[in-house]
């Protein structure tokens, strides 16, 4: 279970007219409020984070993340580098090997900035690993930067593993606990209680902080939760396009989702190898398919099919 909800969001992340709407709700709402504390209302900078860890199944939180910051060319801002963050038993320093002789790569978290020509928002774009130590402090330091940098909303990217099928659509969803939110976007409220991630501790003090704040978590199948999970990878970066109006070049777009697809021909192979695992894959499927009957009644078919032809209409002259 994660920190938040995991049913998957209604709304259709291929549907242009979907992503638009939410997006442009979104940027209206952040304008009003900045209008409200006498602030610029031009175009809102939203931080979205994601973390190396434990919040990170399959790497696909951080893969999408990377995504955005390589297809809008982000620059780097700043690194938290203190070392007091981590335990370097747990989160080791790595070695790397370049023309100039090796270099030791410490733990630490970067930020990037990102104007994307099109869209309703600019980008802070923060990935970094999990801290071991001082949650508070780090906390405090980035929501810090945040306001160094005039942040209007943040969002929260994780994954979690959970018990879903490969070669279904990934589960990805929404919540926020600003009721506001809630509202505007058609999303869920948190209702997850345990153990909790950075994730989760940053969205809760950016709401307690008055900073509007969204979390986004996909569920990666736990039998095949190893990085790297371009499924997972993908469903994240849809739902990102849909909330932030941010769509990727379709080249980009498509070298992603060949790799979904040849990540889930690969799980097919190693399960077709495995009698116990094509069994357990069948019951997840199953499992998923009578809980997703409810969706596909006539009118949800018909629907679906008028989309999908209005989306291979050729464009007008």
Not at 86 to 111: A, K
């Amino acid at each position: 279970m994660s920190e938040d909800n995991q049913n998957p969001d209604s709304a259709d992340p291929d549907a242009p007219a979907a992503r638009v709407d939410r997006a442009e709700l979104l940027a209206a709402h952040l304008r009003r409020i900045a209008e409200t504390n006498g602030e610029d209302s031009g175009r809102p900078t939203v931080m979205v984070l994601a973390f190396e860890g434990w919040n990170d199944a399959g790497g696909a939180a951080s893969a999408a993340v990377r995504t955005l910051s390589q297809a809008f060319g982000a620059e780097l801002v700043e690194k938290l580098t203190d070392e007091e963050f981590y335990d370097f038993q747990f989160s080791r320093p790595r070695v790397l090997r370049n023309p100039s002789g090796r270099e030791i790569i410490w733990p630490s978290t970067t930020i990037l900035r990102a104007a994307p020509e099109a869209g309703e928002f600019d980008l802070l774009l923060v990935h970094g690993v999990e801290p071991s130590f001082r949650w508070r402090g780090y906390t405090a330091d980035l929501l810090t930067l945040a306001a160094e940098h005039h942040v209007a909303a943040v969002v929260l990217v994780g994954a979690l593993l959970a018990d879903v099928p490969h070669t279904r659509p990934i589960p990805a969803s929404f919540s926020s606990e600003d009721d506001q939110l809630r509202e505007l976007l058609d999303i869920e409220e948190p209702t997850y209680e345990g153990p909790v991630g950075i994730v989760g501790v940053l969205a809760h003090t950016a709401y307690q902080a008055g900073i509007p704040a969204v979390s986004l978590w996909a569920a990666v199948p736990h039998y095949v939760g190893q990085a790297p999970s371009p499924k997972a990878q993908l469903a994240l970066v849809r739902k990102l396009e849909e909330l932030l109006d941010l769509p990727l070049d379709p080249q980009e777009a498509e070298e992603i989702a060949e790799d979904a697809a040849a990540w889930e021909r690969g799980v097919d192979d190693l399960a077709d190898e495995d009698n116990e695992i094509a069994e357990y894959v069948k019951r997840l499927e199953e499992a998923t398919d009578t809980t997703n009957l409810p969706e596909a009644s006539g009118d949800a078919i018909a629907e679906e099919f008028e989309r999908y032809l209005r989306r291979r209409k050729p464009p007008e002259r």
